[in-house]
């Protein structure tokens, strides 16, 4: 309830403490074993095809397998992408080596976080900058895809970011999405993206997806807490990674439940 009303009340703060999070990972991460902070996707139908990883990739299967699932929606040949919030970098790395865009760009507020994916990561065409989502500086018409990734609940005014993906993407340009909202704030959420002019090509409910995923990597995220933070902490880096569930729908959606989506959207050609 606390952190609804933090979420309600006071985004400036709320986005202060996830600030706070994010650099204390990013600072006592000493053994590399976090590269990814999102919740995960598992895929539920048991006869779909096994996702095939590298050995080294396995550890964080389920946070993979939710980049795959949004990357998976376009075509990445001759692309030239950014992810805003790309955290520690696991993302863009992933996505660098299995679509092939020409150019991958990450950035995201966190000083410490943009340092150690720029020490860490060095293959062509994958680079990183600090940044505000809320005010981004690149150009106009810059990118073919604009990817954000379960980050957008804790920017302030998140109408600002969505003005800076239409301003950055060029026309054609696809703008790949996903997040949780509350289940009362999901139509207002829809007519904030409405709002945009964007084209909507696709929206998916991945919420049990996303609870099947919290459920199995469940043992592994606990263990990290408990090797990485002092006791003091653990209660609140156990919600912070989702492990508690974090109040996701199951089944019928309920007030003060979250739903997680993912949306495709596609800025439209300009017509002259």
Known sequence: MINRWLFEHLPTV????????????????????VLFMNYGYAELD???ERLELPAEDEEQRYQIQLYHHVASAIDWSRVKALEVSSGRGGGADY???????????????SEEAVRFCSRYYS???????????????FPDNAFDVVLNLEASLYYPDVERFFSHVVRILK??????YAD????????????????T??????????TPNVIGALA???????????RYTPRVLHKAFTHFGGISNDGLARGEPKEGERNYMFFVYRKKDVVL
Not at 96 to 104: E, L
């Open 14 to 33: 709320r986005q202060w403490l996830t600030r706070i999070s994010y650099e204390y990972i990013s600072k006592f991460d000493k053994d590399v074993k």
């Open 197 to 206: 002019g964007l084209e909507l090509l696709s929206e998916e409910d991945i």
């Open 95 to 109: 996505i660098r080596r299995r679509f092939q865009p020409n150019s991958y760009t990450g950035v995201d507020f």
């Open 123 to 137: 293959a062509e065409g994958l680079s990183f900058e600090q940044g505000d989502a809320e005010s981004l500086h």
């Open 216 to 226: 199995l990597d469940q043992d592994r995220k606990r263990n990290l807490v408990k």
């Open 180 to 195: 949780m909202r509350y289940t009362e704030e999901i139509e207002a959420w829809r007519t904030q993206l409405k709002n």
């Open 171 to 176: 026309p054609g340009g696809h703008f790949l």
């Open 46 to 48: 048991p006869g779909a």
